[in-house]
């Protein structure tokens, strides 16, 4: 009789144990890199293609996010930024998310922030929302674009605990 209230025992903490929750893992880290479109061609003065410059620098910066878990690829309704995120979206499987170019950084990086928890996401912008786009997802001075500038690279990390960090490389 002694061996079967033990036997019972055991069974019912080894149920119970199994019934005990894990600490939830932390969401993976969330990157997102916000870039300018490539350089333009003189095709069309209010929608420009790429150049061959910029197309090139579209491949380059895809092939940098290879390895990447890309979840998202944001450009805005212009071809140039259409054409820079196409490599690096169509090299994930993704679609093209579009967003309004007029729209305020500070509510583009709400919705960014809303809609994304974890892995790689792309933001093709312009040299006047770029930068804003940077400093509204970092909540942190990012200082303006010239008009020349097509090679700088913004991340802006966010940890598990929220904390976030901003870096700047550029695409040589």
């Known amino acids: 009789m002694r061996s079967t209230a033990c036997t019972a025992a055991i069974a019912l903490s080894l149920a119970l144990g199994g019934c005990a929750t894990r600490p939830a893992e932390p969401p993976a880290p969330l990157t997102y890199v916000i870039v300018r479109h490539g350089e333009k061609s003189g095709d069309d003065p209010r929608d420009p293609s790429l150049s061959q410059a910029g197309h090139a620098r579209a491949g380059r910066l895809a092939a940098s996010l290879g390895a990447a878990p890309l979840r998202a690829v944001y450009a805005t309704e212009y071809r140039r930024t259409q054409q820079t995120g196409e490599p690096a979206a169509r090299a994930h499987g993704l679609t093209i998310a579009r967003y309004e170019a007029k729209q305020a950084a500070a509510e583009f990086a709400a919705t960014l922030r809303r809609d994304h928890r974890d892995?790689?996401?792309?933001?093709v912008g312009h040299s006047n929302t770029a930068p804003a786009i940077a400093a509204a997802l970092c909540?942190?001075?990012v200082a303006p674009m010239p008009e020349t500038e097509f090679d700088r690279r913004m991340l802006v990390r966010i940890?598990?605990?929220g904390r976030t960090s901003f870096e700047q490389t550029r695409d040589r």
């Open 119 to 123: 892995g790689t996401v792309l933001v």
């Open 139 to 141: 909540a942190c001075e």
């Open 159 to 161: 940890d598990a605990h």
